[in-house]
């Protein structure tokens, strides 16, 4: 019995950690390991990595009454970034350093995800993203 627990723990030492997939508000992620999850009331979800070099915000809200460019050139100019630059109305801006923001609407959401930072993990989290 020692024999197959000592071989148990060895094996979870080796193996490679994996993200864990959560559900949020309107989409779902996978998680990389060591990352802080901050949910704000089911609207936000910012994911911090181990190193608080790399941020990522995810905000799914009601579209109703909300003109995505407009939001997204308020947010801009809120944020000190880039001219609007808009792709089949997705529309996006960089700002900062290294933050770059896109805020698009689909069906009745409006969704934005915002930026900043860098992480080996950050691609892996980005790609992982899932709407509902």
Known sequence: MQKKLLVFVVLLLFLPVVSMARDFNGFSADVPPGWEVIEDKGAMVGFVSPDKAAVVTVTVASARDV??????????QG???SELVEEGGVY??????DGVAVVHVAGTDLRVISITGGHPALESLIGS???R
């Open 67 to 76: 003109d995505p460019a407009a939001f997204a050139a308020e947010m801009a």
């Open 79 to 81: 944020l000190g970034g």
């Open 92 to 97: 996006s801006f960089t700002f900062g350093n």
């Open 129 to 131: 993203i899932e709407w």
